[in-house]
């Protein structure tokens, strides 16, 4: 297991994929390395690539909105995705991007030792839930992997497409505030 410096120097000139050949800046992640809620998003966009932050558009935005429902911001939590590099065009990434990517965030999860894992949008979800998930349907409930508990949201841009969702994503945040309470111990300190 790489330190946190080095696995982000790593990630910063990886070339497992070709993702690397488009990219502008690898977006390792941010937050708390003490962190013990983890949220996991699928890849940068846009607005994330030009600016090496994860979640930092519109649907960053309402990611931050979110967060403040439930007492948290970028400070107490940590967020990554499941690749580091923009996929062109903000299309889905592939199978083999994420494979060859998903190394560094097993890493990242070994040096945050989350209690609990937050999934946002399905392909994040299907990568670390299970290939079957399926957010329409499963959204919001918990999974348990060794020993750490995890649960999926729509993605915050699925939110901006379909606001109809915005209703059953607050019970969901609800419900994630109250599994934080219950687990961390100083998420809210």
């Not at 846009?46 to 994860?54: F, R």
């Not at 979800?125 to 649960?151: C, L, N």
Request: glycine content about 8%; overall charge positive; hydrophobic content about 35%.
């Amino acid at each position: 297991m790489l330190s946190w410096d080095a696995l982000e120097e790593e990630c910063k000139t990886c070339q497992k994929c070709s993702l690397c050949e488009t990219r502008t800046n690898v977006v390792f992640g941010r937050g708390s390395r003490n962190a013990e809620v983890l949220f996991i998003g699928e890849g940068p966009g846009e607005q994330e690539d030009l600016s090496g932050e994860p979640f930092v558009g519109r649907a960053g935005k309402l990611l931050d909105d979110m967060l403040s429902i439930i007492d948290l911001n970028r400070s107490n939590i940590f967020i990554a995705n499941i690749v580091k590099c923009r996929p062109p065009k903000n299309r889905d990434p592939l199978n083999a991007e994420q494979d060859a990517c998903i190394g560094h965030l097993r890493n990242q999860v070994a040096l945050l030792r989350p209690k609990i894992i937050v999934c946002l949008g399905r392909i994040a979800a299907q990568k670390i839930i299970g290939g079957d998930f399926k957010i329409s349907r499963d959204h919001g409930q918990w999974y348990e992997r060794s020993g750490v508990q995890m649960m999926a949201l729509y993605h915050p841009a699925a939110l901006l497409r379909d606001p109809r969702r915005r209703p059953e994503t607050f019970v969901d945040l609800k419900t994630l505030q109250a599994k934080i309470r219950e687990l961390c111990t100083h998420t809210y300190d």
